[in-house]
């Protein structure tokens, strides 16, 4: 967090600065008796100060929850300071300063602390008051006066080094005690702090998704930009994909747990379904609030039980996983024909549209071809088995590994049957863009377009790449 506002600052700070930095000109704010107080560079050392008593907040608020109203106070100090800094510039009027002797150093560090130009309110009396008023409240008497003289000291040194006038350190002193006593009794509320919390941890499994692979940084990318005009009602998005993109990782292997998955799912569930206590895992304080929220945002009882159904689908991957069973093409198909249907009629109620995913049942096909075909290499290393036995015991009669994916493609019977996944692809594909001219103008139908045309370029150009035998003359002239 501390980090988090060091970088909102300079951005917010900085980038006031910069644009004033276009002014012709700014306000006088300087009082007649301003002339008379003296120039003392020493007093930047007390300035400069500001920062310790800033830092000081990671050892007063000793969790997230103590220091988040005094960050987002700060936060929201920064950005009423700036909307001042554009709308009311302010010119100081102290002659200008020469430092040398000891001071200078010091002297150098505050004058560049402050940049440029930003001056009413002062940020730096702002913030001082603020921590003062903050640590007031989890301290005793004597750190109290402590404090309050600290953040006193602090403006002075504003105006004993010229860098403010009078008028901006009684703006910068307004500006904390209003702000503190705003936004730290809603900050504190305890539904706002769980909404911090679960935002917090969509951002932490949507930066994991997206190092394990760039498509998850897009998709956060894509749910982010949505949410931007509708934050409240796009929360069920963030945290449906994230709740369920985490089961699978746990299904899959990619997220590790202790012991069996399976197991991990199975005590999910319990909590989630029966309100039973969750097992103390970083999966589990992870996956229990996003899917408590989940199935709280989700007001129809239909899609809360689509939820659970989805979970239990994804559930019987990892059971084949675990046994080693290979599948016919009918129970593949079947089982990759619930997994998108329930997915997809899930996306499609969070985005309020209104088609079902059951109209567009060639799609749905050709997402599981697609997840199918992109995954294959993977799916095999982890023992997922999504070629059918019958495929797989021919390329074994040819002396070749249907488990290994370089073995597989390397015999005729996996080839084969890869091209002729690639035609069924096309035909599915075909069939889909039919489906969704008979849906055009309904809300929904541009998120199932959107699905269409990644599927068609990884048909065009991907898969294509991966397996370059799927060029050749015969495929495409059947296709």
Not at 68 to 83: D, K
Request: glycine share 6%.
């Amino acid at each position: 967090m501390t980090f988090g506002f060091a970088l909102f600052f300079l951005a917010v700070y900085g980038g006031a600065s910069w644009v004033t930095g276009f002014y012709p000109g700014g306000l006088r704010v300087d009082l007649p008796f301003e002339q008379h107080i003296p120039f003392m560079p020493g007093w930047a050392a007390v300035y400069v100060s500001m920062d310790v008593l800033l830092l000081l907040s990671l050892f007063i608020f000793r969790t997230w929850r103590q220091l988040l109203p005094f960050a987002l106070a700060l936060c929201a100090e920064t950005v009423l300071g700036a909307l001042c800094f554009l709308v009311l510039p302010v010119e100081v009027a102290w002659p200008t300063r020469a430092v040398t002797g000891g001071w200078t150093e010091v002297f150098q560090a505050a004058d560049t602390m402050n940049l440029e130009r930003n001056y009413l309110p002062s940020l730096h009396v702002a913030f001082a008051c603020t921590a003062a008023l903050a640590y007031r409240e989890r301290s005793g008497p004597v750190a109290r006066t402590l404090f309050v003289l600290w953040a006193l000291a602090i403006a002075a040194s504003t105006l004993l080094i010229h860098e403010h006038h009078l008028v901006d350190v009684l703006a910068g002193a307004l500006l904390a005690w209003g702000t503190w006593h705003v936004v730290a009794p809603r900050v504190r509320k305890e539904a706002f702090v769980e909404a911090v919390r679960v935002e917090a941890l969509c951002a932490r499994e949507l930066s994991r998704f997206a190092r394990r692979h760039p498509r998850y940084g897009l998709i956060a990318l894509a749910l982010y930009q949505q949410s931007l005009s509708r934050w409240s009602k796009a929360r069920r998005a963030r945290v449906g994909f994230c709740f369920l993109q985490l089961v699978d990782d746990v299904l899959d292997g990619d997220r590790p747990v202790d012991g069996e998955p399976l197991d991990a799912i199975d005590a999910l569930l319990r909590t989630l379904e029966t309100g039973a206590p969750a097992p103390a895992t970083a999966f589990h304080d992870t996956a229990t609030p996003l899917g408590r929220v989940l199935l709280t945002e989700l007001t129809d009882p239909t899609a809360r039980e689509q939820v659970f159904e989805l979970v239990r689908t994804m559930r019987r991957d990892r059971e084949r996983v675990r046994d080693g069973h290979w599948w016919d093409a009918a129970t593949l198909q079947a089982q990759l024909g619930d997994t998108f249907r329930l997915s997809v009629g899930l996306m499609l109620h969070v985005a309020e549209a209104q088609v079902r995913a059951e109209e567009a049942p060639s799609l749905l096909a050709a997402l599981g071809w697609c997840s199918v075909m992109r995954d294959l290499r993977e799916d095999l290393a982890q023992g997922l088995f999504n070629v059918p036995a019958g495929v797989a015991a021919e390329v074994r009669a040819q002396g070749h590994e249907p488990e290994d994916f370089d073995s597989l493609l390397a015999a005729e019977a996996g080839r084969t049957w890869a091209r002729s996944e690639y035609q069924r692809a096309r035909a599915l594909l075909d069939r889909s863009a039919k489906e969704l001219v008979h849906l055009e103008g309904r809300p929904g139908v541009a998120l199932l377009r959107l699905f269409h045309r990644s599927v068609e370029a990884f048909w065009a150009r991907k898969l294509p790449r991966r397996m370059p035998f799927l060029r050749e003359p015969p495929v495409l002239e059947t296709s």
